[in-house]
Nanobody, 123 residues
Framework: QVQLVESGGGLVQAGGSLRLSCAAS????????QGWYRQAPGKQRELVAT???????KYADSVKGRFTISRDNAKTTVYLQMNSLKPEDTGVYYC?????????????????WGQGTQVTVSS
């Protein structure tokens, strides 16, 4: 099992910056993918950014060039550096950890989610 605790959300003016952190505990050795999703009121949860165990990253088109995802070598913490924030970035941001379980021939992926942290960007 993996437990995720998020922090760093808050209220910021447009053009400002925030850094979100997600601390992981439990079966961190099995973590393969970590990332961030966000959900605005009345909208579906959408992918923001992910990072794999090999260090490859993926970003939503709406945040490319503004957000940066990273994690420490022990995979205990994943970060989301958010710059040049816009009002449309407002929402609840959720941390994701995907782990690999089971034998090699029957490996399964399981998802774990943080509680979410509110990000509000004012205009």
């Amino acid at each position: 099992q993996v437990q995720l605790v998020e922090s760093g959300g808050g209220l910021v003016q447009a053009g400002g910056s925030l850094r979100l952190s997600c601390a992981a505990s439990g079966r961190i050795r099995n973590i393969d993918v970590q990332g961030w999703y966000r959900q605005a009121p009345g909208k579906q949860r959408e992918l923001v950014a992910t990072v794999t165990t090999r260090g490859s990253t993926k970003y939503a088109d709406s945040v490319k060039g503004r957000f940066t995802i990273s994690r420490d070598n022990a995979k205990t913490t994943v970060y989301l550096q958010m710059n040049s924030l816009k009002p449309e970035d407002t929402g609840v941001y959720y941390c994701l950890a995907e782990i690999l379980v089971g034998p090699v021939e029957q490996v399964l992926r399981r998802e774990f989610w943080g509680q979410g942290t509110q990000v509000t960007v004012s205009s």
